[in-house]
Nanobody, 124 residues
Framework: QVQLVESGGGLVQAGGSLRLSCAAS????????MGWFRQAPGKEREFVAA????????TYTEPVKGRFTNSRDNAKNTVYLQMNSLKPEDTAVYYC?????????????????WGQGTQVTVSS
């Protein structure tokens, strides 16, 4: 069983920054990819970013490339999502997810544990 605890969401003005954190416990953290997904009101959950178990490979959805940075500290069993130049369209509940494999994936079904979600609201 894996537990994921997210933190760092909040309200920010457009152009501002937030850093999300997700602390994991219950499994050897460095062996598995971690992903970030988000869900805006009335929309389906969508992939945001993923990072491989060792932290050397990251992938991003196109709308966040160059603005978001996904990183991990395996000594602390924690993954981070640094979000800069935030836009109103980034407003959503953000979820971290624990991967089934070492390599990251954009597919939600390749993650088997999910955090509780943290709200990010960007005002214009």
């Amino acid at each position: 069983q894996v537990q994921l605890v997210e933190s760092g969401g909040g309200l920010v003005q457009a152009g501002g920054s937030l850093r999300l954190s997700c602390a994991a416990s219950g499994r050897t953290f460095s062996r598995y990819a971690m992903g970030w997904f988000r869900q805006a009101p009335g929309k389906e959950r969508e992939f945001v970013a993923a990072i491989s178990g060792g932290g050397t490979i990251t992938t991003y959805t196109e709308p966040v490339k160059g603005r978001f940075t996904n990183s991990r500290d395996n000594a602390k069993n924690t993954v981070y999502l640094q979000m800069n130049s935030l836009k109103p369209e980034d407003t959503a509940v953000y979820y971290c997810a624990f991967g089934v494999y070492y390599s990251g994936s954009q597919k939600a079904h390749e993650y088997d544990y999910w955090g509780q979600g943290t709200q990010v609201t960007v005002s214009s």
